[in-house]
């Protein structure tokens, strides 16, 4: 078994530079979902403190993930990746609907957050499967 610091730091990583990808190319439908006006947004810069928090809890995502499949026994690109699949529709996608359909946010929102946190499972799923 190789280092598993190492594994879920980098799944960490790779979870957070890839909400930075989603949120990046999907900015403006955010905004829009958000009751903003992209144009508003442009010169705004990105407040440090969500940055530093969101990058600390996908290291912690990816801990909890490193210990799930570890003792699921669930190791594999393939078998991984259903995992993450599986968990993040079944716990974070659910979460996500729900608190936004209470706070009354639209399903623009919800979809776009909720794929976030699918996809980012899924591929922190698949690094630490690669790196463990």
């Not at 598993?4 to 790779?14: E, R, S, Y």
């Not at 890839?18 to 979902?33: D, H, I, N, T």
């Not at 659910?94 to 899924?122: C, E, P, R, Y």
Request: glycine share 8%.
């Amino acid at each position: 078994m190789h280092n598993p610091i190492i594994a879920i730091l980098a799944a960490g990583v790779a979870g957070w530079i890839f909400g930075a990808v989603w949120y990046g190319v999907l900015s403006k439908p955010y905004q829009r979902a958000l009751g903003l006006n992209p144009d508003d947004c442009k010169d705004k810069k990105m407040p440090m403190t969500p940055m530093v928090v969101s990058f600390l809890a996908a290291v912690v995502m990816s801990a909890v993930l490193y210990q799930l499949l570890t003792n699921l026994g669930v190791m594999g690109l393939v078998p991984s990746a259903i995992a993450g699949l599986t968990i993040g529709v079944g716990f974070l996608a659910t979460s996500t609907l729900v608190n936004n359909l209470f706070q009354q946010k639209s399903m623009t929102l919800t979809v776009i957050d909720a794929g976030h946190w699918v996809l980012a499972v899924v591929v922190e799923a698949v690094v630490i499967s690669l790196l463990a």
